[in-house]
């Protein structure tokens, strides 16, 4: 019998060595994992390298994980934006380095590790000081840029609902960049709300088959959420707005 379910967050992690590289899924908080990321920072594995979008917000999640210790570089398209501040403070003291990529690289390198391809050209870059070091070629009389697939030892990602064969459902845009890294890692661990029936979810919406999940844990209803419905946002810690603060609740 197939069941990829753990108990809490903390068994979800277990395993993770020092050194690892670990992709974390989000677009800023959305879709960001933070339960997981928790655990990691209780778990204690340190000297990581950190593939994500952003270089975490406030003082939660990838932001915590940077302010504990544990990150030694960040591979990321967005680095900097109002709340990064602890980010900030590292690279600038030198206690963090800092792998800047694309967006559209940044996807497209873990996608690339998920389908086996050796690695791709691409016009994004060229000519600046993210191409220094690397093939270059002219294309269809373009200078094209050779980029290498992006893999990880584990991936951290967050989805809606799934099932205990690890089939998983996300919601709306906090989808993001978990498919492509659910299938970049050698160990995908995801936490979702809620951990449904087998035949409980519409073929037609899994987006990330079962295959490509190792763990899964329930988490319970995020805090902004009424049922699938958004009913607030959330402020820089993470709790969620009254309504005169744009919340709606």
């Avoid at 050194?19 to 989000?26: E, V």
């Avoid at 060229?126 to 070629?137: F, I, P």
């Avoid at 844990?217 to 946002?233: N, T, Y």
Wanted: charged share 20%.
């Amino acid at each position: 019998m197939i069941d990829v379910t753990v108990n809490t967050p903390m068994d979800a992690v277990v395993g993770v060595a020092d050194g690892s590289t670990i992709m974390i899924g989000g677009f800023g908080r959305a879709g960001q994992p933070v339960e997981l990321i928790d655990a990691l920072i209780a778990h204690g594995a340190s000297d990581l390298t950190i593939v994500s979008n952003n270089a975490g917000n406030g003082e939660t999640g990838i932001a915590a994980l940077l302010a504990a210790g544990r990150v030694r570089k960040i591979v990321c398209s967005f680095p900097r934006q109002h709340d990064s501040y602890v980010f900030d403070r590292l690279y600038r003291a030198g206690e963090v380095e800092l792998e800047l990529v694309p967006q559209g690289n940044l996807a497209e390198r873990m996608r690339a590790a998920g389908a086996g391809i050796g690695g791709f050209f691409t016009p994004t870059g060229a000519g600046t000081v993210l191409a220094q070091g690397k093939e270059t070629r002219m294309l269809d009389g373009r200078e094209q840029v050779f980029e290498l697939p992006l893999h990880a030892d584990v991936a951290l990602i967050s989805a809606l609902r799934g099932d205990r064969w690890g089939n998983l459902v996300y919601r709306k845009t906090s989808r993001n960049f978990g498919p492509v890294m659910a299938t970049a890692a050698a160990v995908t661990v995801a936490q979702v709300d809620e951990i449904v029936e087998l035949g409980d979810l519409d073929p037609e919406t899994v987006v990330t088959p079962g295959l490509f999940v190792d763990r899964l844990v329930a988490v319970g209803q995020r805090a902004w959420l009424d049922g699938d419905r958004f009913v607030g946002g959330v402020d820089v810690a993470g709790a969620p707005l009254r309504a005169e603060e744009g919340g709606s609740r």
